[in-house]
């Protein structure tokens, strides 16, 4: 399974939406160079409220390209970096990912798929009515989250638009994601 990175997107100061970039830089057990969210351990504000010891499993935020179309058919507005994404990527499913998956992005940076985001309210206090679109329940009454996945940088490099991104699964059983 294939890809490719259509916006790259970063953000030095809290900040629900991150602007977007030419380019991106990744940095090996940190995340995105310059991005508020970069760390070893944990920097989102509600986690560091419960414990800023906890490893950062959130360093760099992916959704697929293909949400917005969906909530545009909803009558939402969503642009790449609007969600607070750092890459947004067209053409690989990355919902379906299982933990541990790498994704092989432009000329050298890895990332390991750790969960999924977990969208909060924030999202409706972006556009009124959004978190219902991107957090629903299955036939089964099993929890969706369509808001993207999270992962880790296991090798660092330049991220551009257009650049491609190959999907590596993990030996052992398909473990699908929770929410990190």
Do not use: W
Not at 115 to 142: H, S, T, W
């Amino acid at each position: 399974m294939s890809g490719r990175v259509t916006a790259v997107s970063s953000n030095g100061e809290y900040s629900f939406t991150k602007p977007n970039r030419d380019s991106v830089r990744l940095l090996a057990g940190l995340g995105v160079e310059g991005d508020v969210h970069a760390g070893v351990t944990v920097k989102h504000r509600s986690r560091v409220a419960q414990d800023p010891t906890q490893p950062n499993l959130r360093q760099v935020h992916l959704i697929h390209e293909e949400l917005f179309a969906e909530v545009g058919e909803e009558g939402f507005a969503v642009a790449p970096g609007e969600l607070g994404e750092n890459i947004t990527t067209r053409g690989i499913d990355l919902l379906g990912l299982p933990v541990g998956a790498l994704l092989r992005v432009g000329d050298s940076a890895v990332l390991e798929v750790t969960g999924l985001r977990n969208p909060c309210l924030q999202i409706d206090n972006f556009q009124d009515g959004l978190l219902k679109q991107v957090v629903g329940r299955d036939e089964a009454g099993n929890v969706v989250r369509k808001a993207g996945i999270m992962s880790i940088v296991r090798e660092g490099g330049v991220v551009r638009p257009g650049d491609t991104i190959e999907m590596e699964l993990p030996s052992g059983p398909h473990r699908p994601l929770g929410s990190v």
